[in-house]
């Protein structure tokens, strides 16, 4: 692997950023890193990528301020709003990072924020219309700050929307360390982390099948803002005219640069982008099974069986079963 292929986890560090949740974040990973790079015969390359990133004095926008791998450039997998240390941020610099997350979200970052961070992720503008969680504390407001936001769940832990990752408690920065680690190097590496660090690892990362992430880091932008709409809309339309015309290309155009930049076809990304939504309501919801299947997007609840058991490997009343909170 090179070290541009190397998954990169940036944590912003802006004005009254909870300083622990930046060093712990940062220990978390680099622990798994080893043990990663031990399971490969002790190799030196690189596995998992941790860096800062902070406004200099008189800049504009940020830059890496530490990187654990020796390599300024690249676009990161992921950025990190950590929580504030006492009161939230105040809005008027939260304003000043919206343009840059805008930026990096569109060219394919992973944006993930803790607790009060997602008052800085907010006004990016990447969470209209989604369902998002932080904590209770902060619901009202969120909601007040961001109107557009779909929905303020703050029962939950962690919402996993692919492109956008929120978190709630302050120190549910644990959590999210756990989730990228599973995310980037596995189940295996996760739990073994976890297990090191007397940590207890995220509810549904217990679980033998981890959950869909798509690749957004491929560098094609037509294909990236299909994966955005898809994540926002819940591929609720996954017609091939209506997906190619949003990417503004010709239909076998859009087919074969779609599965080369994901690795998968059309269909099978947007059948597990349907899976994945409907594990979550199976785990965290009592809604019938049909319903789930209708809510995602399948008509008819045979099909929507077929396609979960083929991804998933149980059946959704087996999953549930198994994997309800």
């Not at 802006?14 to 990973?29: E, K, N, R």
């Not at 805008?102 to 992973?110: E, I, L, N, P």
């Not at 990362?205 to 932008?221: C, I, K, M, N, V």
Request: glycine share 10%; hydrophobic share 40%.
């Amino acid at each position: 692997m090179s070290v541009q292929e190397v998954p990169e986890i940036g944590v912003l560090i802006y004005p009254g950023a909870q300083m622990a949740a930046v060093l712990g974040l940062t220990d978390i990973c680099t622990v798994a890193e080893g043990f990663a790079r031990s399971r490969q015969g002790g190799s030196h390359t690189p596995m998992l990528r941790v860096s800062h990133w902070q406004t200099p004095s008189g800049g504009d926008s940020p830059v890496r301020v530490f990187d654990t791998v020796a390599e300024s450039d690249g676009l990161p997998s992921v950025l990190i709003l950590p929580p504030a240390l006492g009161a939230p941020i105040v809005q008027k610099i939260a304003r000043s990072y919206a343009g840059w997350l805008s930026h990096k979200h569109r060219d394919g970052t992973t944006l993930a924020s803790v607790c009060s961070g997602v008052l800085v992720l907010g006004e990016s503008g990447v969470l209209r219309g989604r369902t998002v969680t932080t904590h209770w504390a902060y619901g009202d407001m969120l909601r007040a700050r961001f109107p557009d936001v779909g929905r303020v769940d703050s029962d939950r832990l962690i919402i996993d929307d692919g492109d956008i990752i929120t978190v709630g408690g302050v120190m549910a920065w644990t959590d999210l360390a756990l989730k990228l680690v599973d995310r980037f190097l596995g189940p295996t590496i996760m739990l073994e982390t976890a297990r090191h660090l007397l940590v207890d690892p995220p509810g549904r990362e217990q679980s033998y099948y981890s959950t869909f992430s798509p690749r957004l880091t491929h560098g094609d932008a037509a294909v990236l803002k299909v994966q955005h709409w898809l994540q926002a809309t819940e591929a609720r339309d996954v017609s091939l005219p209506t997906l190619a015309g949003q990417a503004g290309l010709e239909e076998r155009t859009f087919l074969r640069r779609f599965q080369k930049a994901t690795g998968f076809t059309s269909t099978d990304y947007c059948q597990r982008l349907r899976v994945g939504k409907a594990q979550e309501l199976l785990q965290f919801s009592s809604r019938p099974i049909e319903r789930i299947a209708w809510e995602v997007g399948y008509g008819d609840p045979s099909a929507f069986r077929k396609v979960f058991l083929r991804i998933v490997g149980l059946s959704p009343r087996e999953f549930r079963q198994r994997f309800q909170a």
